[in-house]
């Protein structure tokens, strides 16, 4: 069996404004955090004990998560007081965690359907260092990739290029035998991707690819996060989660989570996500948009491609279009 380390303390600075008050792990999509739904991917495979790597806002999550006894899972906290970079984060992180299992390392902003499973009985069967999950894209330039040879071992970990030798990059998920962890300083900044990776490379470790083309998607920037959030709730991505949480309704075109109060003359399409405890107004039409938890809107109001966070009111018969709500302001998203 293994045991998890979620990354969850980044600043998330492509985000904002979405994520001055709420860290992006705990932004909601389909109804629930980010974290969520990433835990539920976990669990599935028979990863129960996770330690949640935080730094940013950290406060937020121990409230929401707790124990993790009410998700079927138990979590635990590393707090870092200043941001320690990915790899420092993993090293601080295992500090909570035994040496006799392997570690499985999740970006926490992430939505992936592959196949972890197989991702974990793929290191055992190489008896590898490390196994990285990999996906391939249509275009590499965006990101750093990662050759690999016939038997899948990583050759390079090569910087964004305007010319990438290979379109399969790096998905986020990484499983760690547990001696590997302490290569990683402990206490010092240390990014997984630029400095443990190539290292552990060139030092002659293995380090394998687990190539899984399923759904995966990174939802760093506003439009991938609302991308994601309405794949979950049409079903082209998996959302686990959804199936054990509190929910009204579901249907391909909307999520509609418990609590929320609905006017039945108002219509939500697009596959929206309306958060708990929100009061949707009569006449009111929703369209491809994420309503946080407690959002009242106004009758008549029309929110298309829109972000709404918590606690927000939107005033009656408001026209809202590809921007983020926030209490009494606005802005455009560049969607
Ligand atoms: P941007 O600022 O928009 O690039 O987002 P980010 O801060 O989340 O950085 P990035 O997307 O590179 O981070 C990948 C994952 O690692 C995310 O889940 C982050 O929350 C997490 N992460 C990044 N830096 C740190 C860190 O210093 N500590 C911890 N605990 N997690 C981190």
Request: aromatic share 6%.
């Amino acid at each position: 069996m293994a045991v998890g380390i979620l990354l969850v303390g980044g600043f998330g600075t492509r985000l904002m404004p979405l994520t001055r008050h709420t860290p992006k792990p705990m932004l909601p999509v389909a109804g629930l955090p980010v974290t969520q739904h990433q835990l539920a991917m976990a669990r599935n495979a028979g990863i129960t004990t996770v330690v949640l790597a935080t730094s940013y806002l950290s406060e937020v999550f121990i409230p929401y998560f707790g124990d993790g006894s009410k998700f079927g899972m138990k979590l635990l906290y590393a707090v870092e007081k200043e941001p320690l970079g990915t790899g420092g984060a993993i090293r601080n992180a295992a500090d909570l965690l035994g040496r006799d299992e392997s570690i499985v390392i999740f970006n926490g902003d992430v939505l992936s359907s592959h196949n972890l499973r197989g991702q974990i009985d793929f290191h055992d069967k190489n008896s590898a260092d490390v196994t990285l999950h990999l996906t391939q894209v249509d275009d590499a330039r965006a990101y750093g990739c990662v050759p690999m040879d016939s038997n899948g071992r990583v050759t390079a970990f090569l910087e964004k290029m305007e010319n990438p030798p290979t379109n399969t990059i790096n998905a986020g998920c990484y499983v760690f035998s547990p001696s590997v962890i302490d290569e990683i300083a402990p206490n010092t900044v240390v990014s997984i991707e630029r400095e443990t990776f190539p290292h552990l490379v060139s030092s002659g470790k293995k380090v394998f690819g687990y190539l899984d083309q399923s759904y995966w998607l990174d939802i760093g920037t506003p439009k991938a996060l609302m991308q994601g959030s309405r794949d979950l709730v049409s079903g082209v991505a998996d959302a686990l989660a959804l199936r054990d949480a509190k929910v009204l309704s579901h249907s391909p075109q909307s999520v509609v989570m418990d609590g929320a109060k609905i006017d039945t003359s108002a219509t939500i399409s697009g596959a929206s996500a309306i958060g708990p405890g929100s009061i949707i107004g009569a006449g009111v039409h929703i369209d491809g948009s994420i309503i946080g938890s407690d959002v009242v809107i106004g009758e008549g109001a029309t929110i298309t491609d829109s972000f709404i966070a918590s606690g927000t009111h939107i005033e009656k018969n408001s026209q809202i279009s590809g921007s983020y709500c926030e209490k009494g302001e606005i802005s455009l998203l560049n969607l």
